[in-house]
């Protein structure tokens, strides 16, 4: 049974950083790209970034191009997302998200239950 | 950037009927179209991809249609389970998007 595990989510200052992690399991992590997908509450769905099986391809949101950093390790079945400079527009249900193709196809066939992150001072 | 409008963002169905909700591309996505179920304070689920093709286990129930601009999610026969929110998202073009969602509700 494919799993994904979101962690790192909380409450952060505008202008601060997060590190949110996510722990893949139930599938063989490097045969698959990954992505991070966000959910501001009561809003709908908004694609954030995705990187590829060998981190060869990596492609972000022009809303957080230069802000966040997309990253995995295949020996550990973990996917990261560095948020920099966070602002209150941030706030949202992060999901890690599974790819159905090896390369980044942006196709979400697998959705972990999400991490909440809050920009607030 | 490709802009997804659902139709109508809220539907009110009797379970036991049909239900059909529209998705509309700014510019044409040949198939590459996918449904995503959510449910309260659940992650989204994939129904469909390629615009018709059923994701792993999702009943018959559930059928896409569509291509280039106009894509329909079809339910045929509305189960309980089945009231929640609806999105499409094309994979075609960078970045992804998604339409805004339709809620099917209970009639």
């Known amino acids: 049974e494919v799993q994904l595990a979101e962690s790192g989510g909380g409450l952060v200052q505008p202008g601060r950083s997060l590190r949110l992690s996510c722990t893949a399991s139930?599938?063989?992590?490097?045969?698959?790209?990954m992505h991070w997908v966000r959910q501001a509450p009561g809003k709908g769905l908004e694609w954030v970034s995705g990187?590829?099986?060998?981190?060869?391809?990596?492609d972000y949101a022009d809303s957080v191009k230069g802000r966040f950093t997309i990253s995995r390790d295949n020996a550990k079945n973990s996917l990261y997302l560095q948020m920099n400079s966070l602002r209150a527009e941030d706030t949202a249900l992060y999901y890690c998200?599974?790819?159905?193709?090896?390369?980044?196809?942006?196709?979400?066939?697998?959705w972990g239950q999400g991490t909440l992150v809050t920009v607030s001072s | 950037e490709i802009v997804m409008t659902q139709s109508p963002a809220t539907l009110s169905v009797s379970p036991g009927e049909r239900a059909t909700l529209s998705c509309r591309a700014s510019?044409?996505?040949?198939?590459?179209l996918a449904w995503y179920q959510q449910k309260p304070g659940q992650a989204p689920r994939l129904l469909i991809y390629?615009?018709?093709d059923r994701a792993t286990g999702i009943p018959a129930r559930f059928s896409g249609s569509g291509s280039g601009t106009e894509f329909t999610l079809t339910i045929s026969s509305l189960q309980s389970e089945d009231f929640a929110v609806y999105y499409c998202q094309q994979y075609n073009n960078w970045p992804r998007t998604f339409g805004q969602g339709t809620r099917l509700e209970i009639k």
């Open positions: 510019q044409s996505v040949s198939s590459n």
């Open positions: 139930g599938f063989t992590f490097d045969d698959y790209a």
């Open positions: 998200a599974k790819d159905k193709h090896l390369a980044v196809a942006g196709l979400f066939d697998y």
């Open positions: 390629g615009a018709s």
């Open positions: 990187i590829n099986w060998n981190s060869g391809s990596i």
